[in-house]
């Protein structure tokens, strides 16, 4: 079976006959014969030679052919192994030159083709394979050295806060007034804080481990309506106009609590990158076996090159608007809709508004 689908391999142009192989093997057979030939019957006949010494001349003949069959035999070997090392022996001292500096951690390294396109072989489909992996891997490793600085700008700025805050409110000459405030900026940066630390290991758990969901039948309805008066205090804050057109008692088989975190971070998002005074849509309808949840806001959008890139760890392609999120949350949104089998659409226009909608199997 392994066998069949190297065949099928489109990159590797078989042929089970060639033209110059029959050639070579043609002259290589047809030499060592004609030379063999030759030797042997290079004196004649010898019709009026004594028997025995016929004999004998035919005996020595006979190891001289031998022999030269074996000195061809021994040449053709050598330049067997000659040709062998140069197609078989450098393609391979190359890729092991390859691995080895990948598992010394340099994933630079690319291999050239050994063929043209147009003939290429298993070599030239394995070299394909390892530039892919080796470009896979400089990417991975890009993203952790990313994530990591990341991570670490994301959890000095609120520590900042923290620290400098509570060193000013060791001050005895402040009024009560700013005790209160600056607590609360403690507060709000402890929130955040935390936020950002229970993002990080959800969606580490959700990435690095095999999630099964626990599907089971729930009000979807219900579930939106409750997501959206948990952020009620929030959009009130900003004068935010909430429009619902959500139909009832609409059951889906899904994972209650991993779909929770999807309209979570959208309504998040929707109430914090939204204007004052600007408005929040959410729609829930049923089509073809499907429920269909929309989420839209007049907030700031965004441009085409930052919809590319919304659902990557950190992201955050305005860094004026940096402060109100840690670009984890839609990251986690992109990895539970790919768990629960479900689809997400992004609609968004500069400065006028962002709509995701989401696509969840009934069943």
Not at 92 to 108: N, P, W, Y
Not at 159 to 166: C, D, G, K, R, S
Not at 313 to 326: I, L, V
Request: glycine content about 4%; charged content about 25%; proline content about 2%.
């Amino acid at each position: 079976m392994k066998n069949k689908r190297i065949r099928k391999d489109k990159r590797i142009r078989y042929s089970y006959f060639s033209v110059w192989r029959f050639i070579f093997y043609f002259l290589f057979v047809g030499f060592v014969v004609t030379c063999s030939f030759m030797l042997f019957f290079s004196e004649g006949s010898y019709p009026d030679t004594d028997i025995v010494i016929l004999n004998e001349t035919i005996s020595y003949r006979a190891l001289i052919t031998l022999g030269n069959i074996l000195f061809l035999c021994l040449f053709f070997s050598i330049f067997d192994s000659i040709k062998k090392k140069i197609s078989i022996g450098k393609p391979v001292e190359r890729i092991l030159d390859a691995t080895h500096r990948i598992t010394k951690g340099d994933f630079s390294v690319r291999i050239q083709p050994v063929h043209p396109i147009a003939r290429r072989n298993e070599f030239d489909a394995i070299i394909d394979d390892f530039n892919k992996m080796a470009q896979e891997l400089s990417t991975t490793e890009t993203l952790k050295t990313d994530f990591i600085a990341n991570v670490s700008h994301e959890i000095k700025t609120p520590l900042a806060v923290i620290q400098n805050y509570a060193t000013i409110l060791q001050d005895p000459s402040l009024s009560e007034e700013q005790r209160l405030k600056y607590a609360e900026s403690i507060s709000e940066a402890s929130k955040r804080l935390s936020t950002l630390i229970t993002n990080i290991l959800r969606l580490n758990k959700l990435e690095n481990q095999q999630i099964f969901p626990t599907k089971a039948s729930y009000n979807l309805s219900e579930q939106l309506c409750e997501c959206m008066l948990f952020f009620e205090e929030a959009w009130e804050k900003k004068n935010l106009q909430v429009n619902t057109d959500i139909d009832e008692d609409i059951t889906v088989s899904s994972d209650r609590e991993l779909l929770e975190l999807v309209w979570t971070n959208i309504l998040s998002n929707a109430v914090k990158f939204n204007r004052e005074g600007g408005s929040i849509s959410v729609s829930l309808k049923k089509r073809d076996n499907k429920a269909i949840v929309k989420i839209s806001d007049t907030g700031c959008g965004m441009n085409e090159e930052l919809g590319k890139h919304i659902f990557e760890k950190f992201y955050q392609g305005d860094p004026s608007r940096a402060t109100n999120g840690n670009g984890l949350g839609l990251a986690l949104v992109k990895r539970v809709i790919d768990i629960t089998g479900s689809e997400i659409q992004v609609e968004s226009e500069l400065d006028k508004g962002t709509s995701f909608t989401v696509l969840l199997p009934i069943n």
